[in-house]
């Protein structure tokens, strides 16, 4: 984006592109994968159907959206980075690009806090949020009474999703595969790879007692990353709205977002009528691979992960072509990425 934009509320070009992702209404789909990197996008799209050809966009903020139809369902795939600030720009951004409801799953890494291998795949039914204390003292922390970091209490994502992903990894998994797929477990999104993870660096971070504190206050604690959390957040914020909340139109710019896009775009949409209506929903789950233990300190290899992905990928998609959206709550496939043509 090297235009000037005309309004800095929620900056949205003339042919209705959102200003991060780059997608306008028609190149998303109302079931959503979520990832952190594009090779892992890459390879849960290649599960997609021929036909449609997927959609590809890759945005000048570097998100990735690939859009089409799994066994004939539209899903899109899009892998949007790491952190609450990435997980932001992709849930309220996607949102204004839709009508109808939608249901996101986050297929990313973690650490363990618990003893269990890496390749474990959690199912995490709550997130907490661990947040790095500005105001805390880290040259002189024995002049403070204020704590370093600070533990939100426990947002849930949607329980009905949260089955069907369980569900659908462990039938999916490979049968010569031993790995543990566990749930009803709760995750901790941390504002930083480093500190608000216990890992200690060069850096004053007073975070030596960190991991301890956390399993000694946060009951069935056991994965620690970095974007979760706001995912459930937001979603159970949306749908703690009030029905009769009106939303208006987010404004248009003059410049045009210029991303990077395989596959034919979405037909022009002709107006910017809010697409999400007051009475629809967003219902999210997550499944994490464990990339590290930090009880044995193990590292999972590149084999593992190659292998992991391919599986549970596959396992996600499966997990969203089950989940229901009635005709009149999903976006219109006429003029969309994943319309179907019939050929004589």
Same mark, same amino acid.
């Given at each position: 984006?090297?235009?000037?934009?005309?309004?800095?509320?929620?900056?949205?070009?003339?042919?209705?592109?959102?200003?991060?992702?780059?997608?306008?209404?028609?190149?998303?789909?109302?079931?959503?994968?979520? +990832?952190?990197?594009?090779?892992?996008?890459?390879?849960?799209?290649?599960?997609?159907?021929?036909?449609?050809?997927?959609?590809?966009?890759?945005?000048?903020?570097?998100? *990735?959206? %690939?859009?089409?139809?799994?066994?004939?369902? =539209? %899903?899109?795939? %899009?892998?949007?980075?790491?952190?609450?600030?990435?997980?932001?720009?992709?849930?309220?951004?996607?949102?204004?690009?839709?009508?109808?409801?939608?249901?996101? !799953?986050?297929?990313?890494?973690?650490?363990?806090?618990?003893?269990?291998?890496?390749?474990?795949? !959690?199912?995490?039914?709550?997130?907490?949020?661990?947040?790095?204390?500005?105001?805390?003292?880290?040259?002189?922390?024995?002049?403070?009474?204020?704590?370093?970091?600070?533990?939100?209490?426990?947002?849930?994502?949607?329980?009905?999703?949260? /089955?069907?992903?369980?569900?659908? *990894?462990?039938?999916?998994? =490979?049968?010569?595969?031993?790995?543990?797929?566990?749930?009803?477990?709760?995750?901790?999104?941390?504002?930083?790879?480093?500190?608000?993870?216990?890992?200690?660096?060069?850096?004053?971070?007073?975070?030596?007692? *960190? %991991?301890?504190? *956390?399993?000694?206050?946060?009951?069935?604690?056991?994965?620690?990353?970095?974007?979760?959390?706001?995912?459930?957040?937001?979603?159970?914020?949306?749908?703690?709205?009030?029905?009769?909340?009106?939303?208006?139109?987010?404004?248009?710019?003059?410049?045009?977002?210029?991303?990077?896009?395989?596959? /034919?775009?979405?037909?022009?949409?002709?107006?910017?009528?809010?697409?999400?209506?007051?009475?629809?929903?967003?219902? +999210?789950?997550?499944?994490?691979?464990?990339?590290?233990?930090?009880?044995?300190?193990?590292?999972?290899?590149?084999?593992?992960?190659?292998?992991? /992905?391919?599986?549970?990928?596959?396992?996600?998609?499966?997990?969203?072509?089950?989940?229901?959206?009635?005709?009149?709550?999903?976006?219109?496939?006429?003029?969309?990425?994943?319309?179907?043509?019939?050929?004589?």
């Amino acid at each position: 984006m090297r235009d000037t934009l005309t309004d800095a509320n929620f900056p949205r070009t003339a042919d209705l592109r959102v200003y991060h992702l780059g997608l306008r209404p028609g190149e998303v789909a109302n079931r959503i994968i979520t +990832v952190g990197s594009p090779s892992r996008a890459r390879t849960i799209a290649s599960f997609l159907d021929a036909n449609p050809k997927p959609f590809r966009l890759e945005s000048e903020r570097g998100f *990735l959206t %690939i859009t089409g139809r799994y066994q004939g369902t =539209p %899903i899109s795939v %899009i892998s949007i980075g790491m952190g609450d600030a990435n997980m932001d720009f992709f849930v309220r951004e996607v949102r204004e690009c839709l009508s109808g409801d939608m249901f996101i !799953v986050r297929l990313g890494s973690c650490g363990c806090l618990i003893d269990a291998p890496v390749g474990t795949v !959690v199912v995490p039914k709550a997130c907490i949020a661990i947040s790095r204390n500005v105001d805390f003292n880290f040259v002189n922390p024995e002049q403070c009474s204020e704590p370093a970091y600070r533990i939100s209490k426990p947002v849930y994502g949607d329980s009905d999703l949260h /089955e069907q992903v369980k569900k659908s *990894l462990e039938s999916t998994r =490979p049968t010569h595969s031993n790995t543990v797929v566990l749930s009803d477990v709760v995750n901790a999104s941390a504002d930083s790879f480093y500190s608000s993870q216990g890992r200690q660096t060069s850096f004053p971070d007073a975070n030596e007692n *960190l %991991i301890q504190d *956390l399993l000694h206050k946060v009951k069935d604690l056991a994965t620690l990353e970095m974007e979760t959390h706001h995912l459930y957040h937001l979603a159970a914020c949306w749908s703690g709205r009030k029905s009769s909340e009106t939303t208006k139109p987010p404004p248009l710019a003059t410049g045009p977002v210029r991303p990077s896009s395989d596959g /034919e775009p979405a037909s022009q949409p002709v107006s910017i009528t809010p697409l999400a209506g007051p009475d629809t929903f967003i219902k +999210v789950s997550a499944a994490q691979m464990v990339f590290a233990s930090r009880m044995s300190q193990d590292f999972i290899t590149p084999e593992q992960v190659s292998t992991l /992905e391919h599986w549970t990928g596959e396992a996600i998609l499966n997990a969203l072509k089950e989940m229901d959206i009635q005709p009149e709550r999903h976006h219109p496939e006429q003029g969309s990425v994943w319309e179907t043509h019939q050929t004589t």
